[in-house]
């Protein structure tokens, strides 16, 4: 490892070690000591002694989503010419796209070693569900229109309380349903809610919702995944303003089909946020007004769903990428093991 943000528990078996310096005699020394079967190297900054230590051991080696590093003249001809020896000897390529796996055949790639696998990321854990809970919530609020204000924060609740009421305009038997970020939170958001006139729910005080309830607030911790499956459209929330904390990780209401609506500031989850924004998976608002017009163009079924599956498409193409790269990887340790 360099420069990399490791868990502070790893999974069993599966243990750091510091990447030597990219000199020959210490990756050569590096690879002897630690013996692997497969060597997996990422991105452009490829150790190309690592390659060739591999290659003399007979270890399989494994470029992901990598391309020579970009430079001008005969800084770029130079490092072309050093990294095309080195791709003849690595076992299996993935590019990130077409235009990347032309570039890596371009300088020495051979075409049946390469493979467009598109982005990786990491498999994000589906938030948990009690089925029995949500078959009893689905069939108590299966005739009311529902959205979701997930984790949200207290600085929040105006634009959550403006949001509400604009919608409410376009069905009047709709219901919010809010998760605080702080589930401590719960009680003084109902208090909240109910002294600007919403008949509001506390889960937390036993109440289950009713037909007369129009804010429900669901303050009992792990229960998230279970309102991302009730709720066709989830706002995001700690998203509307730079001080309420770079947003909340759009895959799980993603994976479990509730279209995504989020402030701005999402800078905690960038990348995943601008995946799915690319491909229309998620829509921004900036404020209560913004968030009041999305949510209720996202009362029509349709309109959510068309969302929700894009968001889905979107979120699971990545893992399905990097399930990709296991198996290869998996099939390279086998054939050394023999």
């Not at 300088?107 to 809970?133: K, Q, W």
């Not at 995944?225 to 895959?251: C, E, I, M, N």
Request: proline letters at 6%; glycine letters at 10%.
């Amino acid at each position: 490892s360099k420069g990399l943000d490791l868990p502070d528990r790893l999974p069993a078996g599966v243990s750091p070690a510091q990447r030597p310096i990219d000199l020959r005699q210490a990756t050569e020394k590096f690879i002897a000591q630690i013996r692997p079967q497969v060597a997996i190297f990422a991105g452009s900054d490829v150790m190309l002694t690592g390659i060739d230590a591999c290659a003399a051991s007979g270890v399989a080696t494994v470029l992901l989503c990598g391309a020579a590093p970009a430079k001008a003249g005969l800084r770029q001809r130079w490092s072309e010419f050093r990294f095309r020896s080195r791709l003849r000897q690595v076992d299996h390529v993935f590019a990130g796209s077409a235009r990347e796996a032309q570039q890596l055949h371009r300088i020495g790639a051979e075409s049946d070693r390469i493979e467009i696998l598109g982005p990786l990321e990491e498999r994000t854990p589906t938030p948990p569900c009690d089925e029995r809970e949500w078959d009893a919530l689905s069939g108590l609020l299966s005739a009311r229109p529902i959205w979701l204000a997930a984790l949200i924060r207290r600085n929040e609740l105006e634009a959550i309380d403006e949001a509400q009421r604009a919608a409410s305009r376009v069905s009047h038997r709709l219901l919010l349903v809010i998760v605080p970020e702080v589930v401590d939170d719960g009680p003084a958001m109902a208090d909240w809610l109910r002294a600007r006139g919403w008949r509001t729910g506390l889960r937390s005080a036993g109440e289950d919702p009713q037909p007369e309830m129009q804010v429900y607030v669901a303050d009992e911790a792990g229960e998230l995944g279970l309102w991302y499956r009730v709720a066709p459209t989830s706002f995001l929330g700690a998203s509307l303003s730079p001080s309420t904390g770079g947003g909340q990780d759009p895959y799980g209401p993603a994976a479990l089909g509730s279209a995504i609506l989020h402030g701005p500031h999402v800078a905690q989850f960038a990348q995943e946020f601008a995946r799915l924004g690319e491909g229309e998976g998620t829509r921004t608002v900036h404020d209560g007004a913004e968030l009041g017009d999305a949510v209720s163009e996202f009362l029509s079924p349709d309109r959510a769903a068309r969302q929700a599956h894009r968001a889905w498409e979107i979120a699971f193409q990545g893992a399905e990428a990097s399930d990709r790269a296991a198996t290869v990887i998996l099939r390279l340790m086998r054939e050394r093991l023999g």
